[in-house]
């Protein structure tokens, strides 16, 4: 990434300011003045905030973590505006009252429908991030750490935060949810397995027992005939049979006592016929009363129908007794009994060989689900320990301590040529003057903070290149405020060394510093009445 040229205005203590980097080679020094204080000092003059407006041109978040509110200069009440032009073809054009951001691209506004979107266009587009860009192009004295003096732990902690690796936690905590879920359902599955199981064994002895009981309630049959029937007919149809049997018993029962009723009701009637023909009329005129006339008729229709219905249940009970005879079906009691007692046992053991069935299905699936999950299971134990400490990090941290190892020591030579340090597997560090080998805690202030210093530019280094992120400016702002004389003469070195490739701006309160760079460029701002210029 080239950064040729910002623009910002009314951003935080920037009143108006153009910076043309393409003016500035090697090293410049950024110098200030804050003519707010009596006498001015170089202290809250405003040189930062020159960085301060690249990062948040790119990002839209400042170093400090400024707020929204605080972001626009305190006396302004249009809002802040910052112009950013890259790789002489991208502009990048970001304002607060109103909020906006537009990307121009080759001349086209490529801005999407939202903020977010068009920075996450452009991020893509330059193939940066937050995090990667402030490691290769800002370095500040908030940027030592004090790595050498570290726990295993926390050194490996750091260096997955340069790595940028959170996302391998990431994927191990969705593993170890993922794998949690998976166990409940293991342990769920294989419950409901031994519940099945256990009920299929209950079912198979209850089978078992129910097939004794109808083998020993079909041997205590006394009836050949029944057992005969048995092989032919279902026990329903035998039941049916003598229960036809039985109804046919019942209706010529029934017919035969409406039979004998009906001879003596029509004995009674014969009788009051007789009496009523009999009956004489009046012995002078011979008159016949009608209404006995009216009733022997009706009494002799009465014998009449009484007579036909005696005729039907003779011949209903010819019939039924017919049917009775052809049934050769002689049950007893105790027979019966057993039947019914077959016939409830062969119910029971259909319902149980069914639920044989349905249970056995049930099983078989659980198997197929407790393969499937057994095997997710295992999939994602593995997954757990590749993503930990000892699975893909350690493999990471192995594989670029090379990488640091020599950053570190090229950073070293030129802060302290006497040093040289060691990063082992293990993240410990052996540290050598010449060919002894040194105690990190026994050494002076200044020796222990060339050799942070050192360690904290090659892990900058490591995200810059695991990212492939690189600017063409480098920010160091009060970098070596903490560094001895030694320290800042081998600092200066390595500035000029790295000027031959990289535009270096400095911010810096170390006299010493400044008069070793009396030959660099020189940016002056000043600060008036809260508003900082150049």
Request: aromatic residues 8%.
């Amino acid at each position: 990434m080239k950064i040729t040229k910002l623009i910002a205005k009314d951003f935080l203590s920037i009143d108006t300011l153009t910076v043309n980097f393409e003016d500035y080679d090697g090293i410049t020094v950024i110098k200030g003045k804050n003519y707010d204080t009596k006498p001015p000092i170089s202290n809250g003059s405003g040189k930062s905030a020159i960085i301060e407006a690249v990062v948040w041109g790119l990002f839209g978040k400042t170093l400090r973590k400024t707020v929204d509110k605080t972001v626009s200069n305190f006396g302004s009440t249009k809002g802040c505006f910052v112009e950013l032009h890259l790789n002489n073809n991208i502009v990048i054009k970001r304002a607060k009252k109103p909020n906006r951001l537009q990307v121009i691209y080759d001349g086209t506004d490529i801005s999407k429908e939202s903020s977010p979107q068009t920075q996450a266009s452009l991020e893509n587009l330059l193939n940066i991030s937050f995090k990667s860009t402030l490691a290769s192009m800002v370095f500040g004295q908030h940027s030592t750490i004090n790595f050498i003096s570290a726990t295993p732990e926390e050194k490996r902690r750091l260096i997955e935060k340069y790595l940028g690796i959170e996302k391998i936690f990431e994927l191990r905590r969705n593993t170890l949810s993922l794998k949690s879920e998976a166990n409940l359902n293991l342990k769920a599955t294989e419950t409901k397995l031994g519940v099945f199981i256990s009920e299929i064994s209950n079912t198979k002895e209850g089978i078992k027992k129910q097939e004794t009981i109808l083998k020993v309630s079909k041997d205590i049959l006394s009836n050949p005939k029944v057992i005969s029937l048995l092989e032919n007919s279902t026990l329903e149809e035998i039941l049916e049979i003598d229960n036809n049997k039985e109804m046919l018993l019942a209706s010529i029962t029934s017919n035969e006592k409406e039979s004998n009723l009906l001879d003596s009701t029509i004995t009674r009637h014969i009788n009051l016929v007789s009496f009523l023909d009999k009956e004489e009329g009046c012995s002078s005129c011979g008159y016949i009363d009608p209404e006995q006339k009216k009733k022997l008729k009706e009494t002799k229709k009465e014998e009449s129908d009484f007579r036909k219905r005696k005729k039907e249940c003779e011949k209903e009970i010819i019939r039924d007794k017919k049917k009775y005879d052809s049934i050769n079906l002689d049950i007893s009691a105790s027979d019966l009994d057993v039947l019914s007692k077959i016939t409830s046992t062969t119910k029971h053991l259909n319902y149980l060989k069914e639920t044989k069935k349905r249970h056995q299905r049930e099983i078989n699936k659980l198997k197929k689900d407790l393969l499937k999950y057994k095997k997710r299971y295992e999939i994602l134990r593995f997954w757990e320990k590749a993503f930990s400490e000892k699975g893909l990090i350690k493999y990471i941290i192995r594989n670029i301590l090379g990488y640091l190892n020599g950053q570190s020591n090229y950073y070293v030579s030129f802060l302290s040529q006497q040093f040289y340090m060691n990063l082992k597997d293990d993240l410990s560090i052996d540290i050598f003057q010449g060919a002894v080998k040194k105690d990190y805690n026994i050494l002076s202030g200044g020796e222990r903070r060339r050799l942070d210093l050192a360690i904290t530019l090659a892990l900058n280094d490591l995200t810059a290149t695991v990212n492939n992120s690189s600017s063409n400016i480098v920010f160091f702002d009060e970098a070596v405020e903490n560094l001895d004389k030694e320290g800042i003469k081998g600092f200066s070195t390595l500035l000029e060394s790295i000027a031959k490739n990289k535009k270096l701006f400095i911010i810096t309160h170390s006299q010493y510093l400044t008069e070793l760079l009396h030959k660099a460029n020189t940016i002056k701002v000043k600060k008036k009445k809260g508003k900082t210029s150049i």
